[in-house]
Structures are given as C-alpha cells and as structure tokens.
C-alpha cells in the first residue's frame, strides 16, 4: 500500500510537468526516497528537478522502470547543485554506462553513489568513475552485485582518484 501511495502522489507531480509548466516548486523538499515504486518512469525522474531542485537526497532503488535517459535527465537537473546521495541500485534499465558517465560528468558533490545490482556495467563504467575529477568527495561507492565491473583490473581503475588523493597527501 506504501507503494501506491507514493506512486500515486509522484505520478500526479509528473503529469503536471508532463504537461511542460509545473505549478508550483518545493525548493525545502530536501529529499526523497522512492524505493521500489514500479510506476515511477523517466518522466518523473524529469519531474523531480524541476519540483524539487534543492534535493540532496535521492533513492529510486528498485524502481524497475527507469532509462538511462530518466538518470541522465535527473542528474543533469541537479548534479552540479545540491545533490549528495543518488541510490540507483537495480534499477536494472537504468544501470547502464551511459548514466554513470552523465553522473561522473554532472554530479560535482556527491557523498553517497549506490549502483548496486548494476549486471550491465563493465570497463567502460570503472574508466568513467576512474576519471571522476569530483570522485575526492565521494564517501561511499556501493557496487554490489556488479559481476561485470567487480575484478582487479576495474577496481584498480575505480580507486584511481582516491589513490591520487593518497599521494598528494604524503
């Protein structure tokens, strides 16, 4: 019923966006957590940044019908502003290397980034997080369950910016 409810408030949010001119802007809403919530789509990933542009806190784990192109419009919104925790993890559609590269190139302050259950990232994905330049700030990378990008080689890649920060500490 949880789900519903919040599916249902959600998907009356995006319908008004969808409609290209949101009513109203909630800029205290600072976070929220929309796991598991079957009917949220990429259109109100679109949504979320224009309602809710202060977010810092965004959890769509689960959310089965998520793209790659929700993610990126999602974190095109917000990345360079506010956002500091994204939770994608098995949004199984949308765990593709395309939005880990819109992440790494828009989010400049993320804390928190939960890909977990990403089956389809590999090398491509642990080069882009490699190259992260705004990687120093980030505090928890969650890649459970991401079989493809989890051996030595990517890991290695993954841990590049981290290491970087390492030496030029010592």
């Not at 309602?51 to 810092?56: A, R, T």
Request: hydrophobic share 35%; aromatic share 4%; net charge positive.
């Amino acid at each position: 019923a949880g789900h519903d409810t919040a599916d249902g408030l959600f998907s009356k949010v995006a319908a008004v966006l969808a409609a290209g001119r949101p009513r109203k802007q909630y800029p205290f809403a600072s976070r929220i957590r929309l796991r598991h919530c079957p009917r949220i789509t990429d259109v109100t990933l679109r949504t979320m940044g224009k309602v809710y542009p202060q977010l810092s806190t965004v959890n769509l784990r689960g959310c089965k019908s998520l793209t790659p192109a929700g993610v990126k419009d999602l974190v095109e919104a917000l990345g360079g502003s506010s956002l500091t925790s994204l939770d994608i993890g098995y949004c199984h559609e949308a765990l593709t290397d395309v939005p880990v590269g819109q992440i790494t190139r828009h989010c400049t302050q993320l804390a928190a980034l939960v890909l977990r259950g990403g089956k389809r990232l590999d090398k491509p994905s642990a080069t882009l997080l490699g190259s992260w330049k705004h990687a120093s700030g980030l505090r928890e990378l969650d890649l459970m369950g991401c079989v493809h990008l989890l051996n030595d080689s990517n890991l290695a890649e993954i841990a590049r910016p981290w290491q970087q920060q390492a030496d030029q500490e010592e």
